[in-house]
């Protein structure tokens, strides 16, 4: 396919006028590209293909299309032609490898490529939902509202993201923190304190032997530690990524973990409602709606749930009494679904059952770091205050040591 082979190009060339021009363009050969030079009236001089950075791109988050998406929407709603759009959102982009891609968008819809079919030959920031989405608009006529709709789908996503990650952020830094305390303590400072009191004699107090044993085996085995640890780790990442069925049980577990588990519960909800919500009023009938749901969803106990709602709306079941049946969806999301259904309104009930669920998700974050915050300075205390007190022990009780 020719969006497979566009490619980035430097040139110099020298206008009618006999000024010196440099830019860089988007073509699929460097012939191709002096040919476009010469159509727009530019001799081209010398024409080479984009060098890549020394040290690697900075990598394309799902911000970066977020915002992408936002521009674009703003500038089509405005009456900016979508080609025209391309180049001023890839002028202002500061990330070189977004405004890469931008560009070979760009030069990809110039060539007469729909741009459904442009974003599809970059599958790793643009899944198959955002795709069918903005195909649907193309399709009828109303790419800037669809391009709105997405923007505005993509941004409560990502802002959901950043709550959940901000409910996690805090106490694993924290833990971390002590962790990395706590082993600096026994390695270095604890052995300072056992040459001490070996040099006295003596019996020292039992929970001062315990702290030196602990400290012992610290200095012994930390690396040996630190080794499976990181082991575990990617161990645990990629039997999550290659193994469904290590990934679904996973994904059962973190919903039912103490307090995390009904804020993971929450967003997946909100996901739900949301995708639905934006798949429905773009105009993809229900069955196909749901399918890329069930693939938006991020947890499997829901994408299987869901994918079991699918096969059952295409039945004739209702979607409402279909989602009852899971026995995994809340009250509240079922009756304003039935509702939505009854009236016509499906996308909106929808709608607000996402901004429910996602108001939900933020005041658990802001109670969760609310009821963390003493609990982990307890725990620092107890660590921390605990060595001190065994290293010192035996100073308080000198006349038993000496």
């Given at each position: 396919?020719?969006?497979?082979?566009?490619?980035?190009?430097?040139?110099?060339?020298?206008?009618?006028?006999?000024?010196?021009?440099?830019?860089?363009?988007?073509?699929?050969?460097?012939?191709?590209?002096?040919?476009?030079?010469?159509?727009?009236?530019?001799?081209?001089?010398?024409?080479?293909?984009?060098?890549?950075?020394?040290?690697?791109?900075?990598?394309?988050?799902?911000?970066h299309i977020a915002t992408f998406t936002?521009?674009?929407?703003?500038?089509?709603?405005?009456?900016?032609?979508?080609?025209?759009?391309?180049?001023?959102?890839?002028?202002?982009?500061?990330?070189?490898?977004?405004?890469?891609?931008?560009?070979?968008?760009?030069?990809?819809?110039?060539?007469?490529?729909?741009?459904?079919?442009?974003?599809?030959?970059?599958?790793?920031?643009?899944?198959?939902?955002?795709?069918?989405?903005?195909?649907?608009?193309?399709?009828?006529?109303?790419?800037?509202?669809?391009?709105?709709?997405?923007?505005?789908?993509?941004?409560?996503?990502?802002?959901?993201?950043?709550?959940?990650?901000?409910?996690?952020?805090?106490?694993?830094?924290?833990?971390?923190?002590?962790?990395?305390?706590?082993?600096?303590?026994?390695?270095?400072?604890?052995?300072?304190?056992?040459?001490?009191?070996?040099?006295?004699?003596?019996?020292?107090?039992?929970?001062?032997?315990?702290?030196?044993?602990?400290?012992?085996?610290?200095?012994?085995?930390?690396?040996?530690?630190?080794?499976?640890?990181?082991?575990?780790?990617?161990?645990?990442?990629?039997?999550?990524?290659?193994?469904?069925?290590?990934?679904?049980?996973?994904?059962?577990?973190?919903?039912?973990?103490?307090?995390?588990?009904?804020i993971f519960h929450d967003a997946v909800?909100?996901?739900?409602?949301?995708?639905?919500?934006?798949?429905?009023?773009?105009?993809?009938?229900?069955?196909?709606?749901?399918?890329?749901?069930?693939?938006?969803?991020?947890?499997?106990?829901?994408?299987?749930?869901?994918?079991?709602?699918?096969?059952?709306?295409?039945?004739?079941?209702?979607?409402?009494?279909?989602?009852?049946?899971?026995g995994v969806f809340p009250v509240m999301?079922?009756?304003?679904?039935?509702?939505?259904?009854?009236?016509?309104?499906?996308?909106?009930?929808?709608?607000?059952?996402?901004?429910?669920?996602?108001?939900?998700?933020?005041?658990?974050?802001?109670?969760?770091?609310?009821?963390?915050?003493?609990?982990?300075?307890?725990?620092?205390?107890?660590?921390?205050?605990?060595?001190?007190?065994?290293?010192?022990?035996?100073?308080?009780?000198?006349?038993?040591?000496?």
């Amino acid at each position: 396919m020719a969006t497979a082979t566009q490619q980035l190009y430097l040139y110099k060339g020298r206008s009618r006028d006999g000024k010196i021009i440099e830019g860089e363009m988007t073509a699929t050969s460097a012939a191709l590209a002096k040919a476009q030079l010469r159509r727009q009236g530019i001799l081209p001089r010398s024409v080479r293909k984009k060098p890549k950075p020394l040290f690697g791109q900075k990598k394309i988050k799902p911000a970066h299309i977020a915002t992408f998406t936002r521009q674009l929407a703003t500038m089509t709603r405005a009456g900016v032609p979508l080609v025209q759009a391309f180049e001023i959102v890839a002028e202002g982009e500061e990330n070189t490898s977004m405004k890469e891609m931008i560009q070979k968008i760009h030069g990809d819809v110039s060539s007469g490529n729909s741009f459904a079919a442009a974003l599809r030959a970059h599958p790793k920031y643009f899944d198959d939902l955002f795709c069918s989405l903005i195909d649907a608009g193309e399709q009828s006529g109303t790419l800037e509202t669809m391009l709105a709709r997405v923007a505005t789908y993509k941004e409560k996503t990502e802002a959901l993201k950043r709550k959940i990650r901000k409910a996690m952020t805090y106490p694993s830094a924290v833990i971390v923190v002590a962790i990395v305390v706590t082993g600096v303590l026994l390695i270095k400072v604890v052995p300072v304190f056992d040459e001490t009191y070996k040099s006295f004699g003596g019996q020292l107090p039992a929970f001062t032997r315990l702290i030196l044993s602990i400290s012992e085996f610290v200095q012994q085995w930390w690396l040996a530690a630190v080794a499976a640890l990181v082991a575990v780790g990617v161990a645990f990442s990629q039997a999550r990524r290659r193994s469904p069925r290590f990934a679904a049980l996973v994904d059962r577990i973190a919903l039912k973990l103490p307090i995390v588990g009904g804020i993971f519960h929450d967003a997946v909800i909100a996901r739900f409602a949301r995708t639905l919500s934006t798949t429905f009023a773009a105009g993809v009938p229900l069955i196909e709606a749901l399918q890329s749901v069930a693939g938006a969803s991020g947890n499997a106990v829901y994408r299987d749930a869901i994918t079991k709602v699918r096969d059952e709306v295409a039945t004739g079941i209702t979607l409402h009494s279909s989602m009852r049946s899971t026995g995994v969806f809340p009250v509240m999301l079922l009756q304003l679904t039935a509702i939505g259904e009854e009236s016509g309104a499906l996308d909106e009930m929808l709608g607000r059952a996402a901004d429910h669920y996602e108001e939900a998700v933020d005041n658990a974050v802001d109670n969760l770091t609310t009821l963390l915050e003493p609990m982990i300075m307890a725990v620092l205390g107890v660590l921390v205050g605990g060595l001190l007190i065994g290293m010192y022990l035996p100073i308080f009780n000198l006349g038993n040591v000496l």
